[in-house]
Each structure stands twice: as C-alpha cells, then as structure tokens.
Nanobody, 112 residues
Framework: QVQLVESGGGSVQAGGSLRLSCAAS??????MGWYRQAPGKQRELVAT???????TYADSVKGRFTIFRDLAKHMVYLQMNSLKPEDTAVYYC????????WGQGTQVTVSS
C-alpha cells in the first residue's frame, strides 16, 4: 500500500548536476525528504520538506541542493548542483506520517 520509488541517480563529474525524483503512493505524507549513505558511513539527513513548512538542509549541502515537492503528483525532488565527490552515496527517499517509510535508494557517483 505504501511505496516510495526513487529515480534520477547516475554518475557525473565534480561540478555537475543531477535531479532526483521520488514518487510516493499509498498515503499523504506530511514530511518528505532525502537521506544518503556512503560506504562505511552512517546514513545522514540531506533535506526535508513538510507540506507547508520551509525546507531544511544539512550544512554540507546548503546553497547547492534544493528540495521541493509537487503535492498534486505526490512527488518530492532533490535538485543537486555543484556536486562534489563527497556527495557520492546512495540516496534514499524518506516520508513520514505516524511512521517512517523508505525508498529502495538510488546511487549517485561524483568523480573528480
């Protein structure tokens, strides 16, 4: 009944851009956002956006990443600009309403 599906990952050179998309089904989520996990590191919060609130960002991506939602399409996006090798990770879509739900992850690889 609840499913989150990410797309848009890939390989880019440093300084490039990618846009990640996440399609949500099954229910309305107050909170949607993105986490990422690099090999050997803990999963970390990247960005979140509630239906009506302002977006939040990790300090490491402020000024480079933008999160936005299309409520009519039940989607959330992450526009990633000025990508750095340290951004390389599996990116997971995250949604919350009374419980947390996760997408399957999409790989982002940034080469120098």
């Amino acid at each position: 009944q609840v499913q989150l599906v990410e797309s848009g990952g890939g390989s880019v050179q440093a300084g490039g851009s990618l846009r990640l998309s996440c399609a949500a089904s099954g229910m309305l989520f107050n909170v949607m956002g993105w986490y990422r996990q690099a090999p050997g590191k803990q999963r970390e919060l990247v960005a979140t956006k509630t239906i009506s609130g302002s977006p939040t960002y990790a300090d490491s991506v402020k000024g480079r990443f933008t999160i936005f939602r299309d409520l009519a399409k039940h989607m959330v996006y992450l526009q990633m600009n000025s990508l750095k090798p340290e951004d390389t990770a599996v990116y997971y879509c995250y949604s919350y309403y009374k419980a947390a739900y996760w997408g399957q992850g999409t790989q982002v690889t940034v080469s120098s």
